[in-house]
């Protein structure tokens, strides 16, 4: 039973990472998918450890995100969202060379408020796309009622080499 969106709870890291590695471009490259099945997907360029002492891991991350959602379908994490206010990503124990080159394009190069949420993983199961409405979508609605004094809600998509269509989908479609 598909259940409605939900902060994420430090016990769901394992949950988050065993989803993050099934979508991520390196598993599918695994399996043996081909460019045109990797841009449809909607992967993952960076998934992390479920939990670690000294690297950048969900647990970590859940618990420093005000902005981390997953959906469940029965005890099984089905979505999940990652995103935090810059200032909060800033003051991360354990970052990823991703995490600082994002903290210096958008804060130095691009001048963003502190306070801009930065949705930096929005996952869907491969099995449970096909749900309409999407599961994502009450998650994009909770960021939406949650975030507070935040100016904007940023994100990035990859475009090169292999251009994640199904992401840019969704957030063209969300976005207007």
């Known amino acids: 039973m598909i259940r409605a969106p939900r902060k994420a709870r430090p ?8 989803l993050a590695n099934s979508v ?5 490259i695994e399996e ?40 469940e379908d029965d005890d099984e994490i089905i979505a999940f969202m990652m995103a935090y206010p810059f200032h909060v990503m ?27 949420i930065y949705v930096q ?16 979508e009450g998650i994009v609605k909770m960021l939406v009622e949650e975030r507070g004094e935040a100016p904007a809600a940023i994100t990035e998509i990859a475009l090169a080499p292999e251009p994640n269509l199904a992401s840019a989908s969704f957030t063209q479609h969300k976005a207007g």
């Open 11 to 18: 016990d769901d890291c394992h949950g988050v990472a065993r």
């Open 24 to 28: 991520s471009k390196a598993r599918l």
């Open 32 to 71: 043996g998918a081909g460019p045109e099945e990797i841009q449809a997907s909607g992967f993952i360029l960076y998934p992390l450890k479920a939990e670690h002492a000294a690297e950048p891991n969900y647990r970590d991350r859940i618990l420093a995100a005000p902005h981390f959602y997953v959906v």
């Open 90 to 116: 800033r003051r991360l124990q354990w970052k990823t060379t991703n995490d600082l080159e994002v903290l210096e394009y958008f804060t130095q190069r691009c001048g963003c408020d502190e306070r801009c």
């Open 121 to 136: 993983q929005a996952v869907s199961s491969r099995r449970h796309r096909h749900l309409r409405p999407r599961p994502m």
